[in-house]
């Protein structure tokens, strides 16, 4: 038995998996051990496994057919035997002592759930200078679950909750619970995990330090992909939230407030998204889908909760309030534009949101 164990999911991970390993070797804790779950790959991926799994005793390499982030995540909380478990993306970077301060966060608060900080990051590539933004909270030990409910809405609207590479939790909790991610969410995966586990769990500890490193976008490349079923995902997710808070015990007016938002901002992104679908959608066919986004009803009500922070984000909403279609379509087209030309730069401004 270690003290952490690291779950690793692979999906054509190649040009990544070695330097991931390196990362790992840098930490100023040893008593880990990594799971890389090698998700179906088409590449080389499981060849590489192979070879560094030789002669490392700490590290696990399992195989499955390709079946989405969540269920490589469960088939790792299969094979775990550390006191604590985290997870990590095969491409991303980690501070040196990230775990070993978040491992000594938990020792020394006894919490069910350790979060730190993070960079959110955009490599720098031709046509951009690159991008690194700071996701923090102030470092705080919330004790039981009256305490976790007083800071739930902040921990939410600080981004600190929707990921899970920036944790660690308590693996007995999760035996004892059976918690696992639920399968088939795409986008949502992270964010359905943490509500479940906090629903779960009794207290909370976090950490300002930023200790990891989310790479976005690589240069000369987009993570942006069409996706037909975008708004259906994003609705869900606004339902969903609804029902987190009121199981929390904290749906209040700060709690509808942040949902709407949050609803809002990702409706901008579903609208921004049909643009990357280019020639398989026709421009009408572009417009009618954002009218039955901008007439949704509970898009409307979300509008009348929603206090946008930020003047691009009251632009971006100010179409959609008005339920007009022509200038939503002009409007978020430009936006497509700068991020396809700019990526940094369209994260910079979302980032101001």
């Known amino acids: 038995m270690c003290k952490l164990s690291i779950v690793i999911p692979v999906y054509n991970g190649s040009p990544y998996i070695e330097e991931c390993l390196r990362n790992l070797e ?14 179906g790959s088409a590449d080389n991926s ?9 002669n490392r005793a ?10 989405g982030t969540a269920r490589a995540r469960n088939a790792g909380l299969e094979r775990v035997s550390g006191k604590y478990v985290t997870f990590m993306d095969v491409d991303d970077e980690l501070a040196p002592d990230m775990y070993k301060k978040l491992v000594r966060l938990m020792e020394s608060s006894g919490a069910d759930m350790g979060i730190c900080g993070y960079y959110f990051k ?16 102030p470092s705080c030990v919330l004790k039981n679950p009256e305490q976790i ?7 939410w609207d600080a981004d600190m909750l929707s990921n899970v590479w920036n944790k660690i939790y308590r693996m007995d909790l999760i035996r004892a619970k059976n918690l696992r991610y639920r399968d088939g969410h795409v986008y949502t995966e992270d964010r359905v995990f943490n509500r479940l586990f906090l629903e779960n769990c009794g207290s909370v500890a976090v950490l300002q330090d930023c200790l990891y490193y989310y790479i976005r976008e690589r240069a000369g490349s987009t993570s942006e992909k069409y996706r037909d079923n975008y708004f259906d995902i994003r609705h869900k997710e606004y339902i969903e939230f609804q029902t987190h808070f009121k199981a ?15 609803f809002v901002e990702r409706i901008a992104g579903c609208i921004e998204n049909l643009f990357h679908a280019k020639g398989s959608l026709s421009e009408k066919q572009k417009k009618e889908k954002i009218r039955s986004f901008i007439t949704h009803p509970d898009v409307q009500e979300a509008l009348k909760y929603a206090r946008c922070r930020s003047k691009k984000m009251r632009i971006l909403a100010a179409p959609l309030k008005m339920r007009n279609t022509e200038l939503t379509y002009l409007i978020y087209k430009a936006v497509y534009i700068v991020r396809k030309n700019d990526p940094a730069l369209f994260h910079k401004l979302k980032g101001k949101r």
């Open 248 to 262: 929390m015990g904290a749906w209040d007016d700060e709690a509808r407030e942040y949902v709407s938002r949050e």
């Open 46 to 54: 499981w060849e590489i496994l192979k070879k560094i799994k030789e």
């Open 26 to 39: 840098k930490q100023t804790m040893t008593d880990w051990e990594a799971i890389f779950v090698n998700d």
């Open 149 to 155: 409910k007083e800071k739930l809405v902040q921990l």
């Open 122 to 137: 955009i490599e720098a590539g031709a046509g951009s200078s690159g991008y690194l933004e700071e996701k923090t909270f």
């Open 58 to 67: 700490n590290i696990q390499i399992v195989s499955q057919k390709n079946g």
